[in-house]
């Protein structure tokens, strides 16, 4: 059940009713207003560098930018992306060849054969020492005479070169009288017990040229080597692509909004959020205040809230000038709205004030005559010298003109009269202010 509380006080002068607030309520005779209440925040302004188009969708792209350093080379070929830089080179893994400077032939023919064995390097025949220990005599000489015409015995032939040669650059003829003879080859690189190619053969009536191509290779190289062109009396083992990439960066900036944590009318230093507010609902019934009609004042010991009952909390201003009589304003201020009245001053302080100056003005006056008494004596005195001559005058006239007397005399003291009455009000005002 609503309960109004109506504030109303029993007395002989007019009072008006004024609509002041509403107060929030659950029950009937409601009115409902509506408060808009806003997020609000401040910005700071975030910067970065991305990659054009991968940026964050709030953050807005400017004009500076800067290029990457470029990758390191790898054998993944980058996506593609916008302003990105791609370069590519070739890879080139080489097995560096051992130099050759021995070969050893072995014949497993029981039989003599004639045999025709010769070396090229380049085209051109070399200079080599041999030996064999179960070779017929010279044997060495007449299978490289390229004649054809000796038949030799030969177990394991060795051939020395007097110089070291790469493996490509050698070729070998072989020929047999007969067929189906066995033999192999080896080569060497500084002595027997480094074996870089061998391969074994069978002989047919063919001349056979070999190159090192035909050989099977041993420890034919020295270590694998990396290059990025061509290089020749190499053994190229492996070729491919390697890439590397570099991206143009753009700046972005994007104004971050840090919000106050919960939704106000106002928040002293914070932007406002238009777009995002909530609306409150602020359910009231309607609270009274009663006003004096007429209000009037005649002394300074007055109260402006004397004049109003309620029991809303409000503030009082006016312009009251106690000490000048006349219509002043008085405003009553409530949360929700201001009340202002008239207020008329009427007091005996005018009357008093006008008193006390006149008052003060004639003690000014007083002081003067105090300060200049002796003058003012010598002047009396003078004024009276003067009257007592012009009387001593006119008693000689008189007398001579036989006219009475009785009026000079009269007048004479009347001014010595109120001479002494003007000495003692002196004195008596003297005494006074001591």
């Known amino acids: 059940m609503l309960i109004i509380i109506l504030l ?45 188009d991968e940026n964050p969708t709030f953050f807005e792209k400017k004009d500076d930018f800067y290029y990457s350093d470029y990758s390191e080379w790898s054998l993944n070929k980058p996506m593609l992306k916008k302003n990105r830089e791609i370069k590519e080179r070739d890879v080139y893994i080489y097995q560096k060849l051992k130099k050759i400077k021995k070969f050893l032939i072995e014949v497993f023919d029981e039989e003599e054969t004639v045999l025709e064995f010769s070396l090229k390097i380049n085209g051109f025949s070399v200079n080599t020492s041999s030996f ?3 070779c017929s005599p010279n044997a060495y000489m007449y299978i490289q005479d390229e004649s054809y015409n000796k038949a030799v015995k030969i177990d394991k032939m060795s051939i020395e070169m007097n110089d070291y040669y790469y493996p490509e650059e050698f070729k070998f003829k ?10 192999k080859i080896t080569i060497y690189g500084d002595n027997e017990n480094d074996i870089l190619y061998e391969n074994n053969y069978v002989s047919d009536l063919s001349l056979k040229y070999i190159t090192i191509d035909g050989f099977t290779p041993y420890n ?13 009396n190499m053994k190229l083992k492996e070729q491919y692509k390697e890439y590397a990439y570099r991206d143009k960066y753009f700046l972005y900036e994007y104004m971050y909004k840090d919000y106050y944590p919960t939704y106000e009318e106002e928040v002293n230093g914070y932007i406002k959020d238009t777009n995002d507010f909530i609306t409150e609902k602020k359910y009231s019934y309607l609270e009274q205040a009663f006003i004096k009609d007429k209000i009037v004042i005649n002394n300074e010991n007055y109260d402006l809230k004397d004049y109003i009952k309620t029991s809303l909390p409000f503030e009082v201003a006016s312009n009251i000038d106690i000490s000048k009589n006349g219509t002043y304003k008085v405003k009553y201020i409530f949360a929700g709205k201001t009340i202002e009245k008239d207020v008329q001053v009427k007091t005996n302080k005018e009357y008093i004030d006008d008193l006390e100056r006149k008052l003060k003005q004639k003690d000014e006056e007083i002081k003067d005559v105090i300060l200049n008494k002796d003058e003012i004596i010598e002047r009396l005195e ?12 006119k008693k000689v006239e008189k007398s001579i003109e036989k006219q009475p007397i009785l009026p000079v005399i009269l007048i004479t003291m009347g001014v010595m009269i109120l001479i002494f009455c003007i000495i003692k009000s002196i004195k008596d005002n003297v005494e006074l202010k001591k």
């Open 8 to 52: 109303i006080f029993v007395t002989k002068v007019i009072a008006k009713n004024y609509g002041i607030e509403y107060r929030p309520i659950e029950e009937l005779n409601l009115k409902v207003d509506e408060i808009k209440k806003y997020r609000f925040y401040k910005e700071s302004k975030i910067s970065a560098y991305f990659i054009e």
């Open 220 to 232: 034919a190289y020295e270590e694998e080597i990396i290059k990025y062109e061509e290089t020749p």
């Open 174 to 183: 072989v020929m047999f009288n007969k067929e189906g003879v066995n033999y």
């Open 382 to 393: 003078s004024n009276i010298k003067s009257k007592d001559e012009i009387i001593s005058k």
């Open 132 to 134: 064999c220990r179960t």
